[in-house]
C-alpha cells in the first residue's frame, strides 16, 4: 500500500537533510582517521548521535511538507542547488561507510590506547643498538617469493640509557643479515627510563600493518566501489529519494540506525552476551543493506 500524499519539500526539509548528511560524513571521517585512537569513541558517536536527531527531524519536516494526493498532475521538478552532489555522496558514502564500521571493528581497547600514550609520554622510541654477543645460532629464513629472507637469533645488546649503558637480552631478534658482534641493530625503549624495558619489536606493529593495508589494498577498493557505485546513479535517480515516503525510508534509516546500535558495543567497550566485535562486523553490511533497500523499494513507493 503506498502514500496518500505527495511528499513535498519545504526550508526545514533542505536544512534538516543537509544537516543529517553532514553530521553522518562528519562521523564517518572521524572513524576514518580516526580521530579517538580507543574506547570511548567520542567524537564519532557525537556525530552519529547528532546525524540521527537530524534525521528524526527530516522526517518531521517531511510530514509537515505533504503537499496533496498522489493522483494530482506531476511537474517536473525545479533544479535545486546540491542536487549534483548527492550521486557522489550516495555513491562514495556507501563504501566508505563500510570501511568506517570495520575501522570501529579493529579498534584497540581502551587499556591498549592508554598504554601506548602512556609509554609515548615516556619517550619510548626506535633507537639504535649494538650487538655485544649472540646469545644462539642464527636460524636463516631463506627469501622466497614474498620475503628476501632473514635471521632470527637471541641477542646480547648494549643499550645506551641516559644513565649509562647496560647489556640487555633480546628474544628471538630479526636481522636482514647474518648477525655479528659490533652490528648496529633497532631497537625500542626510553633512554631516561630503563624500567620501562627494552624490546626488538614495535608495539605499534599491528596498528602499521592496519594502516599500510589500509593505503595499499582498501582504499583503491573503496574509490573503485564508490565509482561502480556512481557509474549507475544519475540526478535523477534521486529526485525522488530527496523527497521522503515512509515505505522507502524509514525502513532504511531504522537499519542505519541498527548499524550505529551494532557499533556501540566497541564504541563503548562492553560485552554483549560476551561479544562486542562480532556486532561490529555485522554492523559493516548495513550502509550497503540500506542503499539497496532504497533502489529496490523507490520502485514500489
Request: charge should be positive; hydrophobic fraction near 45%; include cysteine.
Amino acid at each position: 500500500m503506498g502514500d496518500t500524499y505527495e511528499p513535498g519539500r519545504s526550508r526545514w526539509t533542505g536544512i534538516t537533510g543537509w544537516l543529517m548528511v553532514g553530521t553522518a560524513l562528519g562521523a564517518l571521517l572521524c572513524a576514518l582517521t580516526p580521530v579517538s585512537p580507543y574506547p570511548p569513541l567520542t567524537a564519532e558517536l557525537c556525530f552519529a548521535g547528532a546525524s540521527t536527531v537530524f534525521a528524526c527531524c527530516w522526517v518531521v519536516a517531511s510530514y509537515r511538507a505533504r503537499i496533496g494526493p498522489l493522483d494530482k498532475p506531476q511537474t517536473l521538478p525545479r533544479r535545486r542547488r546540491g542536487e549534483d552532489s548527492l550521486p557522489w555522496i550516495f555513491a562514495f558514502g556507501m563504501p566508505f561507510a563500510v570501511a568506517a564500521a570495520l575501522m570501529v571493528l579493529f579498534t584497540g581497547s581502551s587499556k591498549t590506547g592508554k598504554e601506548i600514550e602512556r609509554l609515548d609520554r615516556t619517550g619510548y622510541a626506535q633507537h639504535r643498538v649494538t650487538i655485544v654477543r649472540l646469545a644462539g645460532d642464527p636460524v636463516h629464513t631463506p627469501p622466497s617469493e614474498d620475503s628476501d629472507g632473514w635471521y632470527n637469533t637471541d641477542l646480547v645488546v648494549r643499550v645506551p640509557f641516559d644513565a649509562g649503558p647496560r647489556e640487555i637480552a633480546l628474544k628471538a631478534y630479526h636481522t636482514s643479515r647474518s648477525p655479528e658482534p659490533g652490528m648496529r641493530v633497532h631497537a625500542y625503549f626510553a633512554p631516561a627510563h630503563p624500567e620501562e624495558g627494552v624490546t626488538g619489536e614495535s608495539f605499534r606493529s599491528s596498528a602499521l600493518l592496519l594502516e599500510g593495508f589500509v593505503l595499499v589494498f582498501a582504499v583503491p577498493i573503496l574509490i573503485g566501489a564508490g565509482a561502480l557505485t556512481k557509474a549507475f546513479m544519475a540526478p535523477y535517480h534521486l529526485e525522488g529519494l530527496r523527497r521522503f515516503r515512509p515505505g522507502v525510508h524509514l525502513p532504511a534509516l531504522a537499519i542505519l540506525l541498527c548499524g550505529l546500535v551494532l557499533l556501540l558495543p566497541v564504541a563503548l567497550e562492553f560485552q554483549v552476551h560476551g561479544y562486542n566485535r562480532l556486532p561490529a562486523f555485522l554492523a559493516s553490511f548495513t550502509p550497503a543493506l540500506a542503499l539497496a533497500w532504497v533502489f529496490v523499494a523507490r520502485r514500489r513507493w
